[in-house]
């Protein structure tokens, strides 16, 4: 059963059992309902977490995995919410960052972000850990 269905079954059960305001409902009823609203880890949402881990563009993810932007927006906007928006990088993507930094003219996150088809926001935090790096 896909999760729409569950969700309206969820929420005709809920009208069923506790009446149509659904402020009067439970709350365990409520989060369980909630909860639904939220994607599947399906092993296509998992790589466009690690795509978006790894400060690949909104744009770019949407045209690699065909996928409407919306929906990109949406799942990035989950994981900043939720605090699962922690930047990574492979040792190579590092190594090509700190190649742009040292070869670019007057290097600025959005210079470097679009050079490398990243997110000037995953520019900028992987900065902060090449300087982190530097100073150990």
Known sequence: MSSNKKMAAAIRSAYANYGDDPDDWPEDVKQEIHGQ??????????????????????QYIAQERSRSLQYI????GRMKKRDELDYQATPDELTQLKYNLDHMNKPNNKGIASAMGRDKDWVRCMRVKLREAEHE
Not at 45 to 55: A, E, K, P, V, Y
Not at 73 to 76: K, S, T, V, Y
């Open 73 to 76: 927006w949406h799942l990035r």
């Open 37 to 58: 609203y939220e994607e599947e880890h399906t092993a296509e949402n998992n790589i466009l977490r690690h795509m978006i881990l790894h400060g690949y563009t909104s």
